[in-house]
């Protein structure tokens, strides 16, 4: 079992940053794929980065650029590192792991608000 807990939403004002954090316990080592994902309301769930080992990392087109996944396998810990930030980027941030045999992302964490006011 892999437990996800996100941490460091919050309120700011379009042009600041934020950056979250995703602290994985049980089984996630570097061969799982770590993502984060985050949904709007009345939007559907939508993908926002990856990363699987160290830096085999995959982003969404409208966060390219100004969002950063970067990852510490020696705590288990990945962060998204998120400047410019835009109103549009409101949303209830989630992260994911996916084990490198399954199909589709297996675990999810609570989720973590970020509100960007313009």
């Known amino acids: 079992q892999v437990q996800l807990v996100e941490s460091g939403g919050g309120l700011v004002q379009a042009g600041g940053s934020l950056r979250l954090s995703c602290a994985a316990s049980g089984r996630a080592d570097s061969s799982y794929l770590m993502g984060w994902f985050r949904q709007a309301p009345g939007k559907e769930r939508e993908f926002v980065a990856s990363?699987?080992?160290?830096?085999?990392?995959s982003y969404a087109d409208s966060v390219k650029g100004r969002f950063t996944i970067s990852r510490d396998n020696a705590k288990n810990t990945v962060h998204l590192q998120m400047n410019s930030l835009k109103p549009e980027d409101t949303a209830v941030y989630y992260c994911?792991?996916?084990?490198?045999?399954?199909?589709?992302?297996?675990?999810w964490g609570q989720g973590t608000q970020v509100t960007v006011s313009s």
């Open positions: 994911a792991a996916r084990s490198p045999t399954a199909a589709k992302y297996e675990y």
């Open positions: 990363i699987i080992w160290r830096s085999i990392t």
